[in-house]
Structures are given as structure tokens and as C-alpha cells.
């Protein structure tokens, strides 16, 4: 059997097993004793399996296999989930991603699974009881050795075994030493440039709150050698003494217990083993193919059989050659329209208008296919959250709202990097520690909002969180220092412009610079990825409330409904989705208040924009006119009267980009081309409200 051409419907079939794995895992973490969700997990751990099998990547279906042991036991009420068991299996699904990613980027699908199956075996032979708690690598004296976990012993056991040198590190600082925080972590940094620290005691975060009394322990993997390194720990100041041991297998002590009971335990583990590796008919299950549950099952037919499935997968390039017809076919139905009226026979308007109307149902067939529920990049957050709390010692709920909301395909594929970065600055420096909220009165529990909606013609995603907030004269401070802007600039600026400073390449108010986030790292990228979608991102901070990040997109590549407008001899295009109203108001009408054109519109007074002079349109003097068309177009709860020279009526246009050499235009999204031939500009109504 040719399994290639199987393969594009293995991996969006793995990509989804894995996203439901993680949602059912992140629900069983919230409910541990919830089976149905465990019998939820196992389902899709043995249809990848068996999946996985069946094309040949032995090692995601031995991985899952592994899985399946482990969950089998905990729905048969044999064993208690746990905090070891649920990193355990999350960091099987990293694997498991890694793994599915190689394969989507052409590889084989294959890696070195084999501490992750330990692990698991160890859940199953029950020897992580012993192994989580009382793992010990043991070095001589003077050295007091470290408690470590099985991942942890694995990891140093695996880097002796590749050729890497193994050090336990015992730092002393000086004692009349006063910022022995500052002095713990000029260390770190300086042994993270040549190599990995595997674990610490007290803890980073212990360490960092300076909860530690004149040292610390560190078990570090790296190639340098030991006078190397004692060399680079000593050359921080304020550093008493480094006591450096280099760690072989034999030192690696796996048991603090005496050796008799070791041995007994050792002997019961092997028992077990060899029982669990026996050949067994659901070892067998793994070369056996399984077919995927079916997206969207349909009835069986009258006297017929069931139907497996009533989806299909189209490749996207697909849907953006049809977009691009269609669009072509836009653009014609709208001369001929043009045509009919000007030759007015009965015959060839009604099968004009018979073929507008079919137009108009496979336009909205169209756009359909390509729009996308945002919950597709949403859906991955929740547990990126969850590992980044985690690591960080936080308690943070993530509230996602508006995950139905749908963006163009094209749009889709590429907001997912943006929103990582704001996601992650959020927890990572938004959120404060459990201490620091507690001290201030708020609720030990972080809360991070996810939220996508509509407005007009964009859509907006905002992540506000309840965190520290953003402080004006930090982030002057630090544009000072940089020279972003000038001590007489920065005492103009507002606090808004203030906190948009953040966005300015390289800026950071982080005095550590974690591998997660600094408060402005990243940022600037952010921004430019977000500019060359056509859309715009701002923040907005209160000190000791929070901060909210607020990202633009326009629904580009799409077909909308617009009002055609004239301004002298040039004619515009306005969303349907911004106008509230047109009208016509008498010059009378209009008020000068502080240099500003307003208008009165129902009980209320809003700004009168001229469009003429905003976009400098030669033949046209509005001022000769005694009465003036508006538009009312909004953004929000903001209102703004757009002034024009005369309404040519509505149409469905299609939007084009201006390419590359025409960006950044203020307040132009686009252009259509109209049935005529003419180029029209789209006016984006959000640019002209502030």
C-alpha cells in the first residue's frame, strides 16, 4: 500500500487528537476524578497509536503506547492521578508534537523517546512512588548532594552517557554580602552561557526573593571543563568559595534508602517490568489499523450503509485560486449589471439579476471556506499558560471569550507568534507572584482575558490581565536611557504615548531578562508582524490594575458590502459594517468649536471630517456648497461625520491589497476595482476615529 498519499490526512488528524489530548488533559488537571475525561484521553491516545502504526512512525505509536498502559490503569481505579503523572504525560504530548512537527517538516518522525517511556513504565510498576520522592545523587563530601526527580536523574544519567561533563556546584556568597540575590544570579548567567543548570537548591524563585542564607547547590551539565568553570564563577564578586565535583555514573546514587531495601524494591521493579514488556494482545494493537473518528457523522441511509464522514479536507491553495476567480467574476457581474441598465432590455435584466442573485449565494459560500474560527490558535494557549504558571510559581485563569469569532484563513496562520509574545509578557511580568498580590490585597489566583470580536470591519483580540500594571516613569526612564526620545519630549507625552514606547525596537523595562519574556521584548516584533497583516496594536495600563494589549486585523482577503462615494472626479469606497447613517445637513448646520468642525446628530455633537481635504482631492470645493452629503460611520461607542460630495450607492467589492510599495496609507485599507475599470480606495473608518 502507497502510504504517502495518506500522509497529509495523518498529520491534520494528528494535530488534532494532540490538541484534544491536551484540552482533556488540562480539564482532568481541573477534575482528577472526572473518568469519563480520562476515557476521553485514552480514545485518542490509541487511535493515534494505531495511526501512527500503520505509517510506520514506531516511535510516536511506542510512545503512546506507553501512554495507554498508564491511562488504562488510572480508569480502572489502579492508580491516582498526580502532579508527577500529569507532567509526565504533558511533556509525553510535547514529545508527541515534536515529533508530528518533524514528520509536517519532512523528516521521519523519529527521536529518543526513551526517558519519557521510563517514566511512564515507572507509573505503571508503581517505582515513581519511590523514585519522585527519594532520588538522590550522591557526591563526596564536602558536597551534601541534591534531591532530584526522576526526569531530572534521567537527564543527568543521559549526559554522562552522551559525553557531557556532569558538575554538582556548592556556591558560598560572602557573608557580610547585601545583595546576595544580585550575586546568586550574576552566576546563574554566567554558568547558563556555557551550559544547563538541571536543578537548584533553594529554587530560582527562592533564590531571586533572596530566601536563602549565604549558599546554594546546583547540579549543571556543560563541555567546559572544571578549572573553567570555577574560573567563571569566581570572577563574580562577592563569591566566597565554589566547590566544584564532577559527577560520573557511579556517584549517581539512585536510592537515599538502605541497600537491602533497595535491592528488594529493585527485584520487585524488574518483576513487574517484565511482566508490562510480555507480549500482550494490546501490544499487538499497535501494527493494526485504526481509523479516526469521524468529524461529523451522518444518518445511515434508508436500506443502505452508514456514512463515515460528511467533511473533507481542501488544501488551501485551493481555496485562494477560487477566491481569485470569484473575484474576477465580481468584477464582471458588476459591468454587467452597468450594461443592462444602459441597454434596458426586459430578457437581459432579469437574467442579469437571476445570475446577481446566484453571485451572491456563492459569494457567501466562499468567504465561508475561508473563514476560520480564531479558537484554532486560542485552543493551544490554555496549556501554554498552565507550563509557563507553573515554572514560574503563579496561579493564573486564563478566560478566553469570542473564540468563535472568524478571520480569514491567510490571517489565521499568521497572528499565532504575536499573540504568544503578549500572552507570555503577560504571565511572565504582567502577573505578579502569589507573595506580591497577596501583599497588595488581590486574589493569590492571576487572571489573564483572552477576548476576540467583531467591530466594523476588523476584528479586535485584546489580552487584558489584573496584573502589576505599567508605571510612566519606568518606561521614561528606560526611553531615556536610550534615547528613544528627548527629556522635553518625554515630558509631553501622554501616558498612552508613554506606554507605546514598548513597542519600539529593543525597548525593555525588564531588569532580568528571563528565556520566557521581558516586559517589551519581543514587542516590536509583535508590532511589525501585526503592521504587515494591515492591522495596528496598542496598549493601555493602569499602575497596580493591569494592562491591556489591544491587536487590530482587518478581514483582508475577503469581499464586503460598501457605500461608493464620489469626492470630485475620484471615487471611494466605505464598509458597510462602519456607516450608521447618511444624510444631508445644510452649511448652516455646522459648528467651529476650538477649530474643529462639529455637527449636531441626534441629541448629540460629533466631529465633522472632510474628506476632500484629508485626502487632498483636486476639483472639488465643498465650500461652494450649500448643502453636503455625510456619512456616519462609528467605532465602538465613537461616532464621526465624513463629508462627500455624492452617494453612488452600494456595492460588494472585492479587496486588494496596494502592494508593497504603498503601505502605511492613513486611513486607506485597500482598493476594488469596479465594474468599470476603475480603481476605487477603501476608506477604513478606524483610522479617522480617535
Known amino acids: ?207 531571586e526573593q533572596e530566601k536563602f542564607d549565604r549558599s546554594f547547590s546546583l547540579y549543571f551539565i556543560s563541555k567546559v571543563d572544571h578549572a573553567t568553570l570555577e574560573k567563571e564563577i569566581l570572577n ?89 476567480l470569484f473575484s474576477e467574476l465580481l468584477i464582471d457581474r458588476v459591468r454587467l449589471e452597468q450594461l443592462a441598465s444602459e441597454v434596458k432590455r426586459n430578457d437581459l435584466t432579469e437574467t442579469v439579476e437571476h445570475m446577481s442573485r446566484v453571485s451572491s449565494d456563492l459569494q457567501n459560500i466562499v468567504l465561508k471556506l475561508r473563514m476560520v474560527p480564531v479558537d484554532s490558535v486560542f485552543n493551544r494557549f490554555p496549556r501554554m499558560i498552565r507550563d509557563l504558571a507553573k515554572s514560574l510559581d503563579k496561579k493564573v485563569d486564563l478566560v478566553i471569550t469570542g473564540a468563535e469569532t472568524e478571520l480569514d484563513r491567510t490571517v489565521i496562520d499568521e497572528i499565532g507568534d504575536p499573540l504568544v509574545h503578549l500572552l507570555r509578557n503577560a504571565v511572565d511580568h504582567g502577573i505578579e507572584s502569589i507573595s506580591d498580590r497577596l501583599a497588595v490585597g488581590k486574589s493569590e489566583h492571576g487572571t489573564i482575558q483572552l477576548r476576540a470580536f467583531h467591530s466594523g470591519n476588523h476584528v479586535f483580540i485584546e489580552i487584558e490581565e489584573d496584573g502589576r500594571g505599567i508605571y510612566r516613569e519606568k518606561v521614561l526612564k528606560t526611553a531615556l536611557k536610550n534615547g528613544l526620545v528627548t527629556a522635553e519630549q518625554a515630558a509631553k507625552l501622554t501616558d498612552k504615548e508613554v506606554y507605546n514606547l514598548l513597542f519600539a525596537s529593543g525597548f525593555s523595562t525588564a531588569e532580568k531578562i528571563s528565556d520566557i519574556s521581558g516586559r517589551g521584548v519581543g514587542l516590536d516584533v509583535v508590532k511589525t508582524k501585526i503592521q504587515m497583516l494591515g492591522g495596528h496594536v496598542q496598549v493601555d495600563s493602569k499602575p497596580g490594575v493591569g494592562s491591556k494589549f489591544s491587536v487590530q486585523l482587518p478581514l483582508t482577503l475577503s469581499i464586503i458590502s460598501a457605500m461608493l462615494v464620489r469626492l470630485g472626479s475620484e471615487k471611494y469606497a466605505i464598509p458597510l459594517s462602519s456607516i450608521v447613517e447618511t444624510s444631508a445637513i445644510q452649511k ?48 465602538g461607542d465613537k461616532q464621526v461625520a465624513l463629508m462627500v460630495d455624492e452617494f453612488i450607492g452600494q456595492q460588494e467589492i472585492v479587496l486588494k491589497t496596494l502592494g508593497k510599495y504603498l503601505t502605511g496609507l492613513f486611513a486607506i485599507s485597500g482598493a476594488t476595482i469596479l465594474g468599470d475599470g476603475q480603481v476605487a480606495l477603501i476608506i477604513d473608518p478606524n483610522a479617522l476615529i480617535k
Do not use: W
Not at 271 to 279: S, Y
Open 588 to 635: 448652516s448646520q455646522i459648528r467651529n468649536i476650538h477649530g474643529n468642525k462639529m455637527v449636531d446628530y441626534r441629541k448629540s455633537v460629533i466631529p465633522l471630517v472632510s474628506l476632500s481635504t484629508l485626502f487632498e482631492v483636486p476639483d472639488f470645493n465643498e465650500d461652494l456648497e450649500e448643502e453636503t452629503e455625510i456619512v456616519v460611520v462609528r467605532k
Open 1 to 207: 500500500m502507497e502510504l504517502s498519499q495518506y500522509l497529509s490526512m495523518f498529520i491534520d488528524e494528528s494535530k488534532e487528537h494532540l490538541q484534544s489530548l491536551n484540552e482533556n488533559l488540562l480539564s482532568l488537571e481541573s477534575t482528577p476524578q472526572d473518568i469519563s475525561i480520562v476515557h476521553n484521553i485514552f480514545r485518542s491516545a490509541h487511535t493515534l497509536k494505531g495511526m501512527s502504526a500503520t505509517m510506520g512512525f514506531e516511535d510516536i505509536a511506542s510512545l503512546t503506547h506507553e501512554m495507554e498502559n498508564v491511562l488504562d490503569m488510572v480508569r480502572n481505579s489502579k492508580i491516582e492521578m498526580n502532579d508527577f503523572i500529569f507532567d509526565c504525560i504533558f511533556k509525553s504530548l510535547d514529545s508527541l508534537e515534536s515529533m508530528v512537527e518533524d514528520i509536517i517538516q519532512g523528516g521521519t518522525g523519529k527521536a529518543d523517546v526513551t526517558p519519557i517511556v521510563a517514566s511512564l513504565r515507572s507509573i505503571v510498576t508503581g517505582e515513581y512512588k519511590i523514585a519522585s520522592t527519594t532520588v538522590v545523587a550522591a557526591v563526596k563530601e564536602p558536597a551534601k548532594g541534591i534531591e532530584v526527580d526522576e526526569f531530572q536523574f534521567s537527564i543527568l544519567q543521559q549526559s554522562i552517557d552522551a559525553g557531557f561533563l556532569v558538575f554538582y556546584v556548592e556556591v558560598n556568597v560572602n557573608e557580610n554580602c547585601v545583595l546576595k540575590a544580585a550575586r546568586a544570579y550574576m552566576v546563574f548567567d554566567a554558568l547558563e552561557r556555557m551550559g544547563e543548570i538541571v536543578k537548584a537548591t533553594p529554587s530560582v524563585q527562592e533564590i
Open 236 to 324: 563574580v564578586s562577592e563569591i566566597e568559595s565554589a566547590v566544584i565535583i564532577t559527577v560520573d555514573s557511579e556517584s549517581l546514587v539512585e536510592l537515599s534508602r538502605p541497600r537491602s531495601e533497595v535491592e528488594a524494591a529493585r527485584q520487585e521493579i524488574a518483576a513487574a517490568v517484565a511482566a508490562v514488556e510480555a507480549p500482550t494482545p494490546v501490544a499487538a494493537v499497535a501494527s493494526t489499523p485504526v481509523a479516526a473518528e469521524p468529524v461529523a457523522a451522518a444518518k445511515p441511509a434508508a436500506g443502505g450503509a452508514p456514512v463515515a464522514s460528511r467533511t473533507i479536507r481542501v488544501d488551501i491553495e485551493r481555496l485562494d485560486a477560487l477566491m481569485n
